[in-house]
């Protein structure tokens, strides 16, 4: 069974979760709610994804044991000014030849103050996230059932 964590900070409304695969990869979901700036963000994802990649193996450990470690964090806020992207997906990367490295380390951040006018399932799930009625929940819900699938 799957490693699983959830905290939740009141003064930051946020929850903080995260879980292990069925394939092994380690996933920790940071969702961040009415806070336009939280301390240290773009630090704390670096740090913690990088903690959960190393801290698979102990000294002595074949490097073979090591999965693939991915955050999400979704954002009520637009966390990068310069463009309208919902959607942006960091991995290690070689900008002056363009070549992803190989790896095993991702940050995803999801902004839904920007989803309007796109489709995909991901956008589906973060009007989940941005609904806070109860006829928003039901419209969603109708409309948007492969969501909870």
């Known amino acids: ?5 959830i905290a939740s900070d009141s003064k930051q409304k946020s929850l903080d979760a ?3 695969s069925r394939h092994g990869t380690h996933v ?6 009415l806070i336009p700036r939280v301390r240290n963000i ?24 090591l999965t693939r470690a991915i955050s999400i964090i979704i954002v009520d ?11 942006h997906r ?12 190989p790896g095993s380390i991702e940050i995803n951040i999801l902004e839904i103050p920007k ?4 489709s995909s399932k991901v956008s589906h799930w973060l009007e989940f996230f941005a609904a806070r009625t109860e006829e928003q929940y039901t419209v969603i819900n109708t409309e948007s059932m492969h969501i909870l699938q």
């Open 1 to 5: 069974m799957p490693e699983t964590w």
């Open 18 to 20: 995260g879980a292990g």
């Open 28 to 33: 920790h979901i940071f969702v961040i709610f």
């Open 42 to 65: 773009r630090m704390n994802l670096q740090y913690y994804t990088a903690r959960m990649y190393v801290d698979q193996i102990r000294s002595g450990d074949d490097y073979a044991k």
């Open 77 to 87: 806020f637009s966390f990068f000014s310069e463009d309208n992207a919902y959607h």
């Open 90 to 101: 960091f991995r290690l990367f070689d900008a002056q030849n363009e070549v992803t490295y």
């Open 115 to 118: 989803r309007r006018g796109n």
